[in-house]
């Protein structure tokens, strides 16, 4: 009798190690499968919710992946408004104040106060901090070529999401070419002018006099002279203003420019702001005319983008090759 129970124990225990084991190999490939069926979702899933995206496939592109920074600062704000030395130094390499200026001494004054006046006055807030798989923005940076006249592409433009303008590009008997809306403007004092009330004024601070017109274009009118006379002050929404980063300008001079001129000019910091928070990038009215003449579509001054601070040449070459690698669609117009 003992001999069946221990033979019943055996084969009892026995089962009960088979059923444990199986048990344990079901578990193993259910997780398995569920974790290749996840890391298959996230690796097919893209950056972004469009059919092609800025980011896809970053890192399989060298020319993109060392120039771009997606950790950049974009704005200035309080809490990022401290300059690392290197950003700083570089910065008031920049700085020019004109001898017949009465504003020397703003230019020269402390950042730091310049700095907790400008915030006191503006947004102090992030800024399309929304990015992710389900989001597709997209972005018309339109530039002021005259290769945009006759190019009919106003419709195509007002179709984006965000409309992103240059200096003082107007839209008023344009429409048809250039479109009608604009959400966001990039000025700096001396290519500044009005604007309406829904769009984003996005300042380029190229120096720290830039910064002081700013604050006096909104409240003492005082600075009417940089290195040239500016406009004393501008109709803007000021909960829509925002200021560009010193440390983004100097971003893209390095990786984007390869120091190439002084500084950048403000349409290629826009178009390389705008790679930073779209997920799509048409780009109209850079470049030539079909003849091959450089001037805005809303005058016939001519321009050598060869020459000046901004390395004409270069940038030019530059969002070619955006174009060429497919982070941007460049309408020509012609």
Known sequence: MNDYRFIFHYLSAFLGFIVAIVLFLYIQTSLAGLTITLFEDFSTKGACSCDSCIMDKMEDDKWFFVRYNRNIQLMLNKKNSVLRQDVLKWWKGLQYVSSRSIQKQDA????????????????????????????CRTCAVVGNSGSLKGSYSGPLIDFHDFVIRINKAPTKGYEKDVGSKTTHRFIYPESAVDIDSSTHLVFCPFKILDINWLISAFTTKHIKYTYMKVRPTIKANKNKVMILHPAFIKYVYDSWLQKHGRYPSTGFLTLIFALHICDKVSVFGFGPTSDGYWHHYFDRSLTNFRRGSHGGDFENKTVHNLHLKNKIIMYKGW
């Open 108 to 135: 020269l004054s402390n950042y730091k106060a310049v700095v907790e006046k400008l915030f006191s006055l503006f947004p102090d807030k992030e800024h399309y901090s929304d990015a992710g798989p389900d989001r």
